[in-house]
Each structure stands twice: as C-alpha cells, then as structure tokens.
C-alpha cells in the first residue's frame, strides 16, 4: 500500500503532492536540501509537523518552521515526511504566512540600514570637513606651507585648499557712436543692453559668479 508523500514547493503555489512508497523516518539532515519538505519529528518524544527551510552553513543544523516560528534542529533529529494531505495544506498556509512577514521585516530592516548607513556617511563627511577647517585655519596661521596644507587634505582624499577671489571693479568710459539717424534714447538703450565684459583674457573666471550692470550716464548728441 501506498502514501501520498507531500512537498511544499513555493509559499506561493498550492502543495504538490507525489505518491511514493510509505515515507521512511530518517535524520532530518538527509532532508536539508530539500527546502519546503514538510515533516513530522518523531524523536526525542516530539510528534510536531513543520517545514524544512535551510541548513546552517556553519553548523550543519537545520532551519525548520514549526507554528509559525523558526527553530534550528540537529541534523540527526529523527523525522518523516508527511504524508496527510490537510496537514500538509495547513503547513503551506503557515509558510506562506511566515514566508510574507519576513519579507517584510527584511525589508525593513534594510531600510534601517540605508538610514543607517547614510547618517554615519553623513557624520564622516562633517567630520572630514572639521579637519579641513582644522587644517586650513593651521596654515592661515602660519603653522606649515600651502604645499604641506594640500599633501596633508590629498593623504585625507579631500579637496585641495584653493580658495576663490572676490573681485570688485569700476569700468568707466566713453565711446562715440554712429548714429544713422536714431535718436540718443536708442543709443543708450543699445549700449545698455550690448555692451559687455571681455573676460576671454582673466585667468580662472567662474563665469556663473560675473556680475554686472551697464549704466548709461549720458548720451551727447556731438552733431555732424
């Protein structure tokens, strides 16, 4: 006579039974590879059903889910597959159950890290540039070379110290121009509007930085 033996293959497929010869109770270590095997304990005075889920690769146990929990048992803890198909149905359910929690605590859990990992990101980095400021202030005062000052903030793989400029200027001065018959409010709203910096020339210019406003102070009308 034979038995219905019962595998839980997917937590998100119904049990897929295969008729076999009556299970065989064997240590429950021959079933490790066999993820979603539900089985009976029967040893140690134990009648529970649970599904296999790993072997502890550093133990050699095995990872089973029994009412709803994990427990890890010895590799030669005596067990069976089930064979009773309402049984095994139960213990697909139960899997399911625990399989969708622990996504979601997985889940979470790695959100916990990235925040984690990104406020300790964020405290390195306002530390590094507390050194920074540390150093620069150091070389202010005189305390080491410029040369020095960017070896120390290269070893550290931050920004060399290269500071910016402001600059301030006036520009004052007069052109004449052709009028071709348009009157001085043209003129001067031409000049306002095209006269511009040539900065081809200046050295390490940040052009989002230019700033600058074209007063027209006067127009002259000089006649021919």
């Given at each position: 006579m034979t038995y219905p033996q019962a595998t839980v293959t997917s937590v998100d497929q119904p049990p897929q039974l295969a008729v076999t010869a009556e299970p065989q109770q064997q240590p429950i270590g021959a079933f490790a590879a066999s993820a979603g095997q539900a089985v009976r304990i029967v040893s140690a005075g134990r009648d529970e059903t649970g599904v296999i889920l790993a072997r502890d690769a550093t133990t050699g146990n095995v990872r089973v889910l029994i009412d709803g929990l994990v427990?890890?048992?010895?590799?030669?803890?005596?067990?069976?597959?089930?064979?009773?198909?309402a049984t095994v149905a139960a213990l697909a359910r139960q899997a399911t159950v625990w399989a969708v929690a622990a996504k979601d605590e997985a889940t979470k859990r790695i959100w916990q890290l990235e925040d984690d990992l990104g406020e300790q990101r964020r405290l390195q980095a306002q530390r590094l540039n507390e050194i920074r400021g540390y150093?620069?202030?150091?070389?202010?005062?005189n305390d080491f070379s410029r040369d020095e000052l960017n070896g120390f903030l290269d070893d550290l793989n931050l920004n060399p110290f290269d500071p910016r400029h402001r600059v301030r200027f006036t520009i004052s001065?007069?052109?004449?121009?052709?009028?071709?018959?348009?009157?001085?409010?043209?003129?001067?709203s031409d000049v306002r509007n095209y006269?511009?910096?040539?900065?081809?020339?200046?050295?390490?210019?940040?052009d989002d930085s230019v700033t600058f406003d074209v007063t027209v102070e006067d127009v002259e009308d000089l006649g021919e």
């Open positions: 427990q890890t048992l010895r590799e030669d803890v005596v067990v069976e597959p089930v064979t009773d198909p150093a620069i202030n150091r070389f202010r005062d001065g007069s052109l004449d121009v052709d009028s071709d018959g348009r009157d001085t409010e043209y003129t001067s006269l511009k910096l040539d900065l081809e020339r200046v050295d390490g210019v940040n």
